[in-house]
T-cell receptor, first 114, second 116 residues
Framework: EADIYQTPRYLVIGTGKKITLECSQT?????MYWYQQDPGMELHLIHYSYGVNSTEKGDLSSESTVSRIRTEHFPLTLESARPSHTSQYLC?????????????FGNGTRLTVT | AQTVTQSQPEMSVQEAETVTLSCTYDTSESDYYLFWYKQPPSRQMILVIRQEAYKQQNATENRFSVNFQKAAKSFSLKISDSQLGDAAMYFCAYRSARTGGFKTIFGAGTRLFVKA
């Protein structure tokens, strides 16, 4: 049973549309992350947050933006979707303090931009 | 920069047999954490096992164990008594103890097939 929830699970959208991928967690974790993963490939960190009002860009350049107004909520927004944004987006969280705290993942959003 | 390499894109194992997935990493740091994650088809990615670099003893979780060779920078995963439910993508991951725990670096993954 997932403690971290992503919606929608699948999204097909036309080029130029604005979209927001939702991510919420009920574990009270301070750290949250967005990863981009092409099917069967490695994960690339695109955004992360240490806590409320803290957001940083990850290693992979992304045209998306994130916000962290509440501890439990970490939405990702694409202002103008393009076919190159087609991918799977995974949200994750981890407990603060302990370096060996694992990442807890949501089920992912599979985005297709036509 | 740290890197994680999984040299086996795919592996196959017979049910009830044992399989070992390879992982090597590159780092100049001495303190870090290593993880194996499992991603079943269309399902949530979950932690399989983790290892602290300062611990010499290999981690074990039921049928899953690791062979951690710090000098060789090797971190292989052994799955004993393989089950059909073990079929998944397996990702090896590295996290520096220095970076406050935000940056986990993943390998490209190994797809494991389990034959009945």
């Amino acid at each position: 049973e997932a403690d971290i929830y992503q919606t929608p699970r699948y999204l097909v959208i036309g080029t130029g549309k604005k979209i927001t991928l939702e991510c919420s967690q009920t574990m009270g974790h301070d750290k949250m992350y967005w990863y981009q993963q092409d099917p069967g490939m490695e994960l690339h960190l695109i955004h992360y947050s240490y806590g409320v009002n803290s957001t940083e860009k990850g290693d992979l350049s992304s045209e998306s933006t994130v916000s962290r107004i509440r501890t439990e909520h970490f939405p990702l927004t694409l202002e103008s979707a393009r076919p190159s944004h087609t991918s799977q987006y995974l949200c994750a969280s981890s407990d603060r303090g302990l370096g060996n705290s694992p990442l807890h993942f949501g089920n992912g959003t599979r985005l297709t931009v036509t | 920069a740290q890197t994680v390499t999984q040299s086996q894109p795919e592996m196959s194992v017979q049910e009830a047999e044992t399989v070992t997935l390879s992982c090597t990493y590159d780092t100049s740091e001495s303190d870090y954490y290593l993880f194996w994650y499992k991603q079943p088809p269309s399902r949530q990615m979950i932690l399989v096992i983790r290892q602290e670099a300062y611990k010499q003893q290999n981690a074990t979780e039921n049928r899953f164990s690791v062979n951690f060779q710090k000098a060789a920078k090797s971190f292989s995963l052994k799955i004993s008594d393989s089950q059909l439910g073990d079929a998944a993508m397996y990702f090896c991951a590295y996290r520096s103890a220095r970076t406050g725990g935000f940056k986990t670096i993943f390998g490209a993954g190994t797809r494991l097939f389990v034959k009945a």
